[in-house]
């Protein structure tokens, strides 16, 4: 059964980084049917795709971001990370790491990520 | 900015028929955008309904289809139960990005 389990601090202060961590669990990442990314949703509000990474290392960013986000996998983990750097306060949100096959198949269950002083 | 919107709420009898529906600012919504539909519970992650249009989840209920309809992605609950009061998201393709409607909220009453 795969399982996707999100990691990292719960709290983050203005201007710094946030870095989170999946471990995927009953697939590899290297698995080439499938690609891996970050999906995030701020309480309350809707949900909006941060990125995507390719098994060929490739990555795919949302534009509104592009400038302050990195994805990128450890293949010898079976993890994916993210780095969104300069956060403030509108970057408070639930962050979900998802598997993508031909859209989302598999979500993990969430991360709370709040930022604040 | 590519912008996807779907009807911010809709209320349906228990045992009718609903469709949701999503649309793209860039013009009709084809299967290459490789519409995806999602179902939200309060406090849970979302969950997959239907990928590539019409493709079905093995979790996912006969009773649920997804189609395009009208230059848009639709999904429609046939015989609606209380437990699919929630919040229904669709995903759509473009290029290399992928953009998320703002949701419908789907009463049953």
């Known amino acids: 059964q795969l399982q996707l389990q999100e990691s990292g601090p719960g709290l983050v202060k203005p201007s710094e980084t946030l870095s989170l961590t999946c471990t995927v669990s009953?697939?590899?990442?290297?698995?080439?049917?499938?690609?891996w990314g970050w999906i995030r949703q701020p309480p309350g509000k809707g949900l909006e795709w941060i990125g995507s990474?390719?098994?060929?290392?490739?990555?795919d960013y949302n534009p509104s971001l592009k400038s302050r986000v990195t994805i990128s996998v450890d293949t010898s983990k079976n993890q994916v990370s993210l780095k969104l750097t300069s956060v403030t306060a509108t970057d408070t949100a639930i962050f979900y790491c998802?598997?993508?096959?031909?859209?989302?198949?598999?979500w993990g269950q969430g991360a709370l990520v709040t930022v604040s002083s | 900015q590519t912008v996807v919107t779907q009807e911010p709420s809709l209320t349906v009898s228990p045992g009718g028929t609903v469709t949701l529906t999503c649309a793209s600012s860039?013009?009709?919504?084809?299967?290459?955008?490789?519409p995806n539909w999602f179902q939200q519970k309060p406090g849970q992650a979302p969950r997959p309904l239907i990928y590539?249009?019409?493709n079905k989840h093995s979790w996912t209920p006969a009773r649920l289809s997804g189609s395009l309809l009208g230059g848009k992605a639709a999904l429609t609950l046939s015989g609606v139960q209380p437990e699919d009061e929630a919040e229904y998201y669709c995903?759509?393709?473009?290029?290399?990005?992928?953009?998320f409607g703002g949701g419908t909220k789907l009463t049953v009453l």
């Open positions: 998802a598997r993508f096959y031909y859209g989302v198949d598999y």
């Open positions: 590539s249009t019409t």
């Open positions: 009953g697939d590899s990442i290297i698995n080439r049917n499938y690609y």
């Open positions: 860039t013009g009709a919504v084809t299967s290459g955008n490789y």
């Open positions: 990474i390719y098994h060929s290392g490739t990555t």
């Open positions: 995903l759509l393709y473009y290029s290399g990005a992928w953009v």
